[in-house]
Every structure is written in C-alpha cells, then in structure tokens.
C-alpha cells in the first residue's frame, strides 16, 4: 500500500530564484540536515550541514559529454520547486515490513544563456537520515540522438576530511569488491568503492554511495586532492564512460549522515530513493534457508569438476535434499552440477554448458526427489565472467530450470575486474569492468529474465547493491565483498574484525549473501593462519541477526551441525524475514548488535559481535512489546572462549524478558551472541 499522507507543492520560490538567483536551500523534515545549490561560483555547486555545522563545503556539480556543449559552469539556477512527502510503504520482504519515506524535495532548474544544451534539472531529496541528489537530462536542441559521457563532474568536499577515519575498500582492482577494509586516515582512501564510510572526531558519521544504478555505470570516489573527492565511473572498454540518449536520469548520489554509529545502520535512504516494485505480484520471492554442495569444494573435499571427488552427483544431492528435509531448510543449492568445470574453471567461461548436466547428475530424478521430500534444489551457474556465453544460453538455461521446478539461482561472475569478456555486435571480444555500464545491465537483464519464469536471482561476483531490490524484487541478495569462503582459502581470511566492518559499510547497500555457520574452524587445524574463520562458534550463530539477508546458507558440510546439535537449533530456529530492525550498538570497525522481530510473529531475535577485543556489552530490551514476556534462549561466548584456541566454548541458558530489561553480554575475542526471544504467556 503507497498512501501518500502529505504532499506539498510550493511553487513560490520560483521568482526568488530567478531574480537572486545565488543559492537555494531545503532541509530535512526535522530541520538536521540542509542542502543548498549555488551558482554564485564559475560553477554550480553544493554543500550541506548537518546540526549546523558545514560537513560538505562546495562541490562541483556537471556532466561532460563527448560530442556536444555539456553541463557545467554555465549554468545559472531558474526555477526550483520544493515538495514534501510522507508516506510509506510495504516491503514483501525485507529487515522491516514498513518503510517510512519523509522527505523535502527540491527541484532545481539550471539553464545557460545559450541556443543548444542549455538545461538540466537537479532533483534534491532530503530525508532525516541524509540525501540523494540526480541529475535529469531533457531532449534539447544540440544533444542530438545519443549522448556519450566522458566525465561526471560531481565532487563531495568532505569538510572536516583531516579530522576523520575512513573505512574503505579499493576501487578498479583485480579482486572486484572483494578485499579486507582498510581502517585509515581520510587522506589514504585514493580510489575506492561505495559505500565510502567515515567518522570525524566530532562524531559524524557519514556514508557516501548510490541509489538506483540502472543504464549507467557504477561511481567510485577519487580522492583528487585532500578532501576531495570526485565521482570516478567505471568505463567501456572504449573509454567511454556512459552510453545513453537525451531523457536520462543519473542514478542518485547519496550521503548517510548520522552523529552516530548506529544511525547509519537504522537508514532506508537507498531503499527509499529507488522506484516501487515493477514486478507485480512477488508472492512467489520466497526468502528462506538453504544447505548446500559448496563448501565442500571450498575445503578441497569435493570438486566441481567431474571425476572421483565430483560434488554435485545425483545421491550426494539427494542426500542434501534428506538433510535439508529432516532440519526444515527450503533449498539445496548444487554447484557444479553443469559440464564445464573441467580445468581451470576460472579461466574456463567458453566452455560453460548452461543446460547440461555432467552424466552423474539427473536432473530430472533430483527434481523428482526434491518434490517428493519437500525441498527446492537451488540452481547455480558461474560464469567466470564469460557473460555472451551465458547471454546466448540464457532462455535455454532458465527454461530447464523452470521446468523442474527451480525458484532461485545463484549467478557467478569470477574473472579479474576488467576482464569481463563480451563479443560485441562484429564478433569482436571486448573486456569490461562488473561495474561499468554493460554490466550494470547484463546483470539486470538476468534479474527481468528470470522474473518472467518466476524465478530469483542471488548474483555473486555482483555489480554493488544500490537498492534495486525495491524496484525487483525477485533479486535476493548478492556478495560484492569478502564472504565466507575467504576462511577456506583466503589468505588472510576474514580477519576479526571483518564482521564489526561490514555492516556498517557494504551491508548499507542491501542483503549480502555472506554464508554464515561454519561449524568446524579447525579443517585445517585450529592453528592454521590462512584457512580458518577467526571467530568463535557463538559469533558464527550472531552473523544470522547482524547480517541481514533474505536468504541464509548454513554453510558447513552436515556431519559438522550434526556434531553440535545444541548450537544448530539456533539457525534452525532463527528466520530470515522480518517485521521490524533495530540496531542498539554499535562502533564501526568494533562491535554491532541488532535486534529483530520475525515477520507476522511476536518473537524477536538479538545478535551482537565484536572485532579482536573481548567485551561486556549492555543491550537494552526497549524495543520488546509492552506486557509481553518472553522466553530467552541464549548462545554467547563461555567464559574462557576466544578464537584463536578455544572458539568452540558456548554457554548455553534460559531466561525470562520484559521490555525495558537489559542483559550484559561477555563477548570473547572475535566472540558473539546471539538471543531467541519466543513470546510466551
Ligand atoms: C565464487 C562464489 O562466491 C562462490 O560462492 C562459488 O562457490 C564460486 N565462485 C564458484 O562459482
Ligand atoms: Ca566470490
């Protein structure tokens, strides 16, 4: 339901502007946040503050086209319309049902006294909790049919950059989204991606990242002198930056601003600043929890290729299917199950066959068997970034999926960043970046294909989340960062602190497939420095709460939960589709604790982790219901648990709640805890 409560239009700005025409403002609902556009410099700008202190001093707004006049100092502000809206709407899935959008809007009209490409729009929206702003460019004289960009002129002037910590990853390297996060001062994060977290000693915390990413291609931040950072797009092999034709939208530019940690985890900016569902009805997006034949191969016990150790034969899957039955998991996810693993998979994208199965796998026995036992098998096609391979077989492939029955996949794109190969229209092989503008729709094209077979994605090797989910519902989740398997083979894996980074970084873009609940840290040996996860058994339980996602692996090999049947009942319990969250605590880079309330139910689940430091951390039980108690199942850390040499010690207890009671939690090094609050009489 979109019920629009409030919206108001003034239109009497629009003489001011024109007369003055030097700088108009608007502000967020409760006043916090304001954003003022200024053309009194060469070129139009920006700037914004937050509780009345300049965070963002100007910064260059424009856009620069290859074959015509483009948009940058020229421009001189005309007309601007300011709109209120407060409304919400309905999630059919998500970490809340409700999703509350309060917001000013300014629309600001640029012109240049000039005959051809003389105007554009800038449309501001200002929430409480930060502020996207885009550009709309119009059919006008001199842009002719199609518009090539070369440059996006957009900077964010970060104020107090010299006092101030940044988290961040780096942008344009072999290893797409897929590094540890750097901890440093603002001054080293030279090229990197969104989202772009950081911290000033005042306490602001700021998220720099985009919102609704479509036909263009994906913004990093570069770092052109202290302080400044500039919109950096990944190009087309040919140099270009952005293909499009007049009538374009930019996606947002988006700023999460909070004066603490927390704040930025309770945002729905992104959310908020993409489209409505464009699919209909997605009563068959199902969120849910899946087993699978993978990690198998990540720990060397299995292959994906065909031979002796193959994975992904026909009795293993059905003995995943048993297991998957027995414990109440919807899906079973099978990799390697199509011809074209042999060799180096990596390199090996030509060879995919997309809709035939090694000789081992009978597909149509296993669909068989999935529905006679009640469990989805879980589709899986890696591309290693081969992606005309996968274009060509696409329908075929979606076909047979949806003949048996399949509802979710989980795509993959492993190939160096840039190293993207695709045959253009003359045959020509062309290397591309996952999040440049190809991409950005090659991967939205199996989003919509796979929607009209009524069918999920779970992209891996993603272009960055920017909150399509909105609009595409049937998009579950991605990775687009260090995941699990990096504790298999990472070197370094995931180091402790991984987890206390994530959610206040990637995680602001959307669900992250992160495959949490390895059991067994010691595969390898519990003194391995490069193949272990460096946490507690109590904070792998944690990573379902913290980490949100509509999907969640129990990742180990069965034989592991079945060896710790009292810490499985945990991720048999907890869910994956909720009514409301809320983060209690949390530093960046520290520690995080998350509660939330399972979808149409009473009952409420807690998580809370740390990084390398042991912790006592006090959670308040605000956010129960008024005269409602519950019965506490609790997992967290025992008393002489830490990660390196005694990550098995869980403690086990019951206890009763009622709102407003707290709890303190011993969390170990690298330790968790994770709470199932059942509502009782
Ligand atoms: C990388 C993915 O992240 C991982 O989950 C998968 O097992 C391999 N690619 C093979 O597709
Ligand atoms: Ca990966």
């Keep these: 339901m979109n019920k629009i409560t409030a919206i108001m239009l003034i239109a009497g700005l629009t003489a001011n502007a024109s007369a003055l025409a030097k700088s108009v403002s608007v502000s967020s609902p409760d006043g916090d946040i304001k954003f003022t556009v200024t053309d009194d410099t060469s070129m139009p700008s920006y700037s914004i503050e937050f509780n009345g202190k300049k965070v963002i ?61 003389n105007t554009y729009t800038l449309r501001v929206r200002v929430f409480d909790d930060g502020v996207g702003f885009r550009y709309e460019v119009p059919k006008q004289k001199g842009l002719g049919q199609k518009i090539n960009i070369t440059n996006e002129l957009t900077e964010f002037n970060v104020t107090d950059f010299a006092d101030s910590t940044a988290y961040w990853i780096p942008s344009r390297g072999w290893n797409r989204y897929e590094y540890v996060y750097n ?11 969104t989202p772009f977290t950081f911290k000033s000693k005042s306490g602001v915390h700021i998220s720099i990242h985009e919102a609704a990413l479509t036909d263009y291609a994906g913004m990093s931040l570069n770092q052109r002198r202290p302080g400044t950072l500039k919109a950096d797009l990944a190009p087309w092999s040919d140099g270009v ?43 068959w997006v199902e969120p849910g929890k899946y087993v699978g034949i993978w990690w198998g191969m990540h720990v060397n016990e299995t292959t994906w290729g065909s031979g002796d150790k193959h994975g ?39 060879v995919f066959r997309f809709a035939e199965p090694y000789p081992d796998f009978d597909i149509d026995a296993i669909g068989k068997y999935g529905k006679k036992v009640g469990v989805d098998l879980i589709g899986h096609h890696e591309t290693s970034g081969n992606v005309s391979n996968y274009r060509d077989q696409m329908s075929a492939a979606y076909d047979l999926y949806k003949k048996h029955g399949i509802k979710q996949i989980k795509t993959g794109y492993v190939a160096d960043g840039g190293n993207i190969k695709r045959i253009d229209e003359n045959g020509v092989v062309r290397k591309e970046w996952h999040d440049g503008q190809y991409m950005v729709n090659e991967y939205l094209h199996s989003i919509t294909e796979a929607a009209k077979r009524g069918i999920s994605i779970n992209t891996h090797e993603p272009i960055k989340d920017t909150g399509l989910r909105r609009t ?81 692996m129990a990742a180990d090999l069965p034989r592991n939960y079945e060896a710790k049947p009292d810490a499985f009942q945990f991720i048999l319990d907890v869910v994956t589709d909720w009514e409301k969250s809320v983060a209690l605590a949390g530093e960046v880079g520290d520690y995080v604790a998350y509660a939330r ?72 090094t690298s330790g968790g805890a994770a709470i199932y609050l059942k509502a009782i009489d």
């Design 241 to 283: 930056l952005v293909k499009t034709k007049p009538g374009f939208k930019t996606p947002w530019r988006t700023l999460q601003i909070s004066d603490d940690a927390v704040g930025l985890l309770n945002s729905d900016l992104i959310l908020n600043l993409n489209e409505p569902n464009k699919l209909g009805d997605v009563s």
């Design 183 to 193: 901890t440093t001062a603002f001054e080293e994060a030279q090229l990197v991606h």
């Design 312 to 350: 992904a034969t026909t009795s293993e899957t059905k003995r995943y299917m048993d297991f998957a039955a027995k414990y109440g998991f919807s899906g079973v996810l099978v990799e390697g199950w199509n011809i074209g693993w042999d060799g180096d998979w990596f390199f090996n994208g030509d």
């Design 472 to 552: 595409y519902p049937n998009w579950l989740a991605r990775e687009g960062a260090r995941g699990q398997e990096f504790n298999a083979w990472g070197n370094p894996p995931n180091p402790p602190e991984h987890a206390a980074l994530l959610p206040f970084t990637r995680l602001l873009a959307g669900p992250m497939d992160f495959t949490p609940g390895i059991f067994d840290m010691g595969f390898d040996g519990l003194d391995a420095t490069s193949n272990r996860p460096q946490t507690t058994l109590a904070k792998q339980l944690a990573l379902y709460v913290v980490f949100y996602s509509p999907i969640q």
């Design 597 to 668: 309330q399972a979808r149409d139910s009473k009952d409420w689940f807690v998580g809370a982790l740390t990084d390398e430091n042991a912790r006592q951390l006090e959670l308040d039980f605000d956010f129960l219901t008024e005269g409602q108690r519950y019965q506490a199942q609790i997992y967290r850390d025992g008393k002489k648990a830490d990660w390196v040499s005694n990550p098995y010690e869980l403690t086990i207890e019951q206890k009763t709640f009622v709102k407003g009671d707290k709890i303190t939690l011993p969390l170990a």
């Design 57 to 117: 001093s100007d910064s260059n707004l424009g856009l620069v086209f290859k074959d015509s006049l483009y948009l940058d100092e020229h421009f001189e502000i005309k007309d601007s319309k300011t709109r209120v809206v407060n409304t919400s709407w309905d999630q059919p899935w998500g970490e809340r049902k409700v999703v509350v959008d309060n917001h000013k809007e300014l629309a600001l009209t640029l012109k240049a006294n000039r005959d051809e490409v």
